[in-house]
Every structure is written in structure tokens, then in C-alpha cells.
């Protein structure tokens, strides 16, 4: 089984959730009306949600105003005849948490990693405690050899909040790893809706059309950061591309 990722969190107001579940008659609790939300949407990527899940998803939800924004060093912004391009930042070095999954679509390994994240933020962490989040959610994609075809391996991952920075709290789940980068350097372009393999490849050749033959961004791997609420029709997100020095 899959899940859905944190982000379909923001959505869960009461015309939703009982949009949600206007083919059930039966009178329902606000828990069986959240999970019956999750469910939903759940279905649209293709993934499913255990019942396991209900104590993170809660927990979450509960906590889903508070979010800490991943700061970044602005470096230029490209703009023509209005509209922005592309811009360019640098992010810090810190600590992330890491997982990684490869099943059949994109969207599902994104999913069956950031299940594994919600527990280790939710607990299941040697601090014994609720984490907290930050934004964006951030998924690194390596290229076949073809340099057309995504890798089935697709790491999710998110940075620490800053209370957590200095003394990592280590995951049970041995899949998770806690690993420090050095800082990097990207061109981000933002683009609105669904972050499925087709939408992603889209926008990565958009982006080289508009930037052009450079030797200083990789072409074997990029990122997809998400910001906002999948059940959003024009959701934020960004493709970036990783410059090989700062």
C-alpha cells in the first residue's frame, strides 16, 4: 500500500470532507470523516491508505498550520515581459531525512516514502516526540541513460526543523536515513498542478528550453518541490535544476 503526501493536508475543510462522503449514509465521526478524505484522494494517485496510518495522519493534521518555511538565499530572478522564468538560490547545509522507494509510477514511490517519513515525524523517532515539518516537501529523480526515462528509485526527503538541527533525532524505520548535505545551489522554475512522471518531464524540458545548453547544471538528476495541497487543481510546485558549484 501507498499514501498520499503531507501536503494534502491544508485542504481538509467541512465542504470537503462531506463532499467526501455524500454515497455514505451512515452517520460519521470526524476521525472516520478524515480518513474517509485521505481515502479519496488516495484513490486519485493510484495509492491506498492503511489503517495504521490514522494515529500520523492525525497528528498531522492537528499540526498542519504549523510549517516552517526552508530558507534560502536568493541569487537572481529572470523575468521576460512580466513574467518570472526562473530564479536562482542557494539553500543551506542542514540536515534531511531521507527515504528512499521504487515502485511502478512516480507518484507512488513518492507516496510508500513520505508514509515512512509521516511515522518518523509523528513519534517513531529516538526524541519520543512530534517533530514538526518544514517546507517544501523535496523529491530527487536520477535519469535512466537515455536521459528521458526516470529511475524507479526516487528519494523523498524533507530538512529538519531548526530545533532539531544540531541533535538529530535517529528514525526506528531503517529505511530512513538522517544525512548532512553541503549547501546547493538551483534553478527553480514554479509550475501549477499535478506532479506525476509526464507533468515533471514536461516541465524539466521546458526548462531547458528556456535556459539553454549549460554545462554547469547537472542532467542526471533533478528535484521536485512541493509546496501545497495536491487536491488543489493549481497547486505550487517547483522543478529545480542542481548547478554543479555554488
Known sequence: MALISLEDLDGL????????????????????RLMNHWQAIASTHHVSVPPEMTGPIQEMTRNSQQREPLSFAPIARHEKMGEVLYE????PAGHWA?????????????????MKLMRFICKENSAGTYLGMTVPVVSRIQMMDDGTTFDKDVETSFFLPAEFQNNPPQPFDPDITIVHREPI??????FLGTTTEETVTRQIALLWEILGVSDDLHRDNYMVA???????????NEIWFIRRNL
Open 98 to 114: 531521507c527515504v528512499t522507494r521504487g515502485e511502478d509510477l512516480y507518484e507512488q514511490s513518492i507516496s510508500m516514502g513520505f
Open 226 to 236: 512541493v509546496y501545497e495541497n495536491p487536491g488543489m487543481p493549481r497547486r505550487r
Open 88 to 91: 536562482e538560490r542557494v539553500y
Open 13 to 32: 475543510d467541512d465542504e470537503q470532507l462531506d463532499d467526501d462522503i455524500t454515497d455514505n449514509p451512515e452517520p460519521m465521526d470526524e476521525d472516520d
Open 185 to 190: 545551489r538551483v534553478v527553480a522554475r514554479i
